[in-house]
């Protein structure tokens, strides 16, 4: 199997029960392994509780194929784990409507909750919505 170079930047903070990833694309395999590993400590603490995930897309919003693969691969793992939302902001990338349809189906084939912004604060403040709707039905 070669190996390429990551092509993508990925940075991965965490703010309360909601993981922000920050991304500018086009992404390949590598890029997404690359920030699987910067997000383990953090989906460590996240997870066995109602969750959440802010995307900011910057660039161009594609995954190459592998790398889509991968990414549903993950995201199937993480409602397994109490991932109850994402939000991905695309105002902010080269082509929104792409990003819509593109990342969309992504999180459509996994059957996430997923709601697209134009605004950071915005989608922000969804996903706590989102969060604090399951904890207090997991908690009843």
Request: one cysteine or more; proline letters at 4%.
């Amino acid at each position: 199997m070669t190996q390429f170079v990551p092509h993508g930047e990925v940075s991965v903070t965490r703010e309360g029960r909601t993981m922000v990833i920050e991304g500018r694309g086009p992404w390949n395999l590598e890029a997404v392994k690359r920030s699987e590993q910067a997000a383990e400590h953090i989906l460590r603490d996240l997870y066995g509780q109602p969750w959440a995930v802010v995307m900011v897309v910057y660039g161009e919003p594609i995954h190459v194929p592998d790398a889509e693969g991968r990414l549903i691969d993950l995201v199937k793992h993480d409602i397994k784990n109490g991932r109850v939302a994402s939000a991905l902001v695309i105002g902010l990338c080269d082509s929104p409507t792409f990003a819509k349809n593109h990342i969309g189906s992504i999180y459509q084939q996994v059957y996430d909750n997923v709601a697209f912004f134009d605004d950071v604060a915005e989608a922000k403040s969804w996903v706590l919505q989102q969060v604090a709707s399951a904890s207090s039905k997991r908690n009843t």
